[in-house]
Structure formats: structure tokens, C-alpha cells
């Protein structure tokens, strides 16, 4: 597998721009893949955001595994951070995002009552790329504030947002560290889309992601791709020639189209077509 590195001009600024921020944020909303809550987490941001009060918010909840979910639920629960599941494709758990923050400055608030000065909550919305930052945050204010797009890098500027609620909030670029040190985590990115296909082959790629899907979820991917066999025992390339060979697809002198398969089942991973699939379990190592 090709060692995976993306660190574009436009992420050193997004930095700077959080690290001039920083000042004035009450609450940060840290926004992750719930398919990969720990690939998905970009470790410099603990030295970016300081101690601010968090919120970590687990994105695409609908094309997870539910189970796998709240076992990452527990495992923040037990460090004492709080993290409230959402999807932005159904609504769910949306309106649990304003009053966390409230509930985190419950005592400033309470003081501010008392001497007759209403403040809003500052709010910093921090993510990887294509997390689904913007989208979430059209939700919280009711229509379309922020440039939306179902790929990486969409938001290049930062976008001050007053929503409802006594909450004014800021949406910040996607930022991904400057370099993968581990490339388990930097193909979970890839799988979910966080890191553009166009530097990476998606081949490969596919391989080891039905490798995966073979030790940790082979119930679905043979009922996706009607794989009759044992697949239990063949590798990521003998399991692509098998789906290639199921869906027709084929080439000139009667090859398969080894390209068309990869992209076909990245994209139907990512659109929760094979089911519902976390990459990560709390115990993973790094």
C-alpha cells in the first residue's frame, strides 16, 4: 500500500487562522466520523484549542455501527467528555448541540444573568475535511449560511454564524496533521473520502478496505455482492476479482475491470450501501 501524505497550502493557514481564534472561544465542537472516531481525530488539536470546554459530536451516526458507537460513547463518557451522536442526513441529535454548550457554561451564564448581561456562547466548530462541518451547521441555523459540498477542502475561509439560542459560532476549514505517522489511520481517511482519491489508488486502496470487511463484517459484504464462497481465506485483490466477476464487469479480451470495481465499492462503503460499518473500536491501537 503507498504511503498516504496530504497536507495542502490552505491547511498552515487554517491553523493560524484557529490559533488567532482561540481567544474568543468559549466552547469547541469537535466534529468526528462516527465510522472512525479515532482516525478521524487530528491529534495537534489538542495543542491548538488548549483547554477550551469540548464537545465532541460523532457526524454520520446513520452509517455507523450503532453498537460500536456506543461503545465509544462509554469509553469518552468514562474520561468525563461529553459526546452526543448526530446525523445530519436525519436530523437526529441535532438539537442536542446548543444546549451542551449552554450546559458547559452554565456558571458564566448565571453570573452574566445576575449582573444583567446577556452574552452569546462562542462556539468553534473544528474538524477533519469533509466531516460534514458545513452541513451541520446549516442544520443548527435553519437554512443555508455556509458553502456546502460532499468533498474534501470545500470550506477555505473562516465563517463567523449567529444561530438560535444565545450561540454565535465559527466554522473553520477542514484540518487534517501535516503527516500520517500511522497509515492504518491514514486509510481509514482515505476510505471515508477525508483524503482525495485523486493522490491515492483507490485499487490498493479497495484491497485492504475488503480485507477489513472480510475479518469484521463478512455477513454483509457477501449479501451486498451475492458472494456465494468462502471468502474467508482470499485476499483483498482475489476478493475484488470476485465482486468484479459478480457485478459484469468486464473488459476487452475478458479481464475485469479491476478500476471500476474498486471505485464501485468505495463509493457504495461510503454511501452505507454495504451496511452499516465502523472502521474503529475503542480499544484500537494506535
Known sequence: MQQIQWFPGHMSKTRRMIQNNIRYIDVVVEILDARIPLSGRNPNFNDILKNK??????????????????????????KGIKVIPVSCSTGFGINKIAPA????????????????????????????????????????VGKSKTEVGNRPGVTKTE???????????????????????????????????????EIINTELLSYSLLEYLRDNYSELLASRYKLTEDISQLQGHEILEYIGKKRGFMISGGEIDMERAANTVLDEFRACKIGNITLEKPNYKE
Open 101 to 140: 454548550a449552554k450546559e458547559l457554561m452554565h456558571d458564566r451564564l448565571e453570573k452574566e444573568k445576575a449582573k444583567g448581561i446577556t452574552k452569546p456562547v462562542k462556539i468553534m466548530m473544528v474538524g477533519i475535511p469533509n466531516v460534514g462541518k458545513s452541513t451541520l451547521i446549516n442544520k443548527l
Open 53 to 78: 470546554p469540548r464537545i465532541i459530536v460523532l457526524n454520520k451516526y446513520d452509517l455507523a455501527d450503532k453498537a460500536v458507537t456506543d461503545l465509544w460513547i462509554k469509553a469518552y463518557a468514562e
Open 159 to 197: 465563517q463567523w454564524v449567529r444561530i438560535r439560542d444565545g450561540l454565535e459560532l465559527l466554522d473553520t476549514p477542514g484540518l487534517l496533521p501535516p503527516k500520517f505517522e500511522n497509515q492504518e489511520l491514514a486509510k481509514n481517511l482515505a476510505y471515508t473520502g477525508a483524503i482525495k482519491d
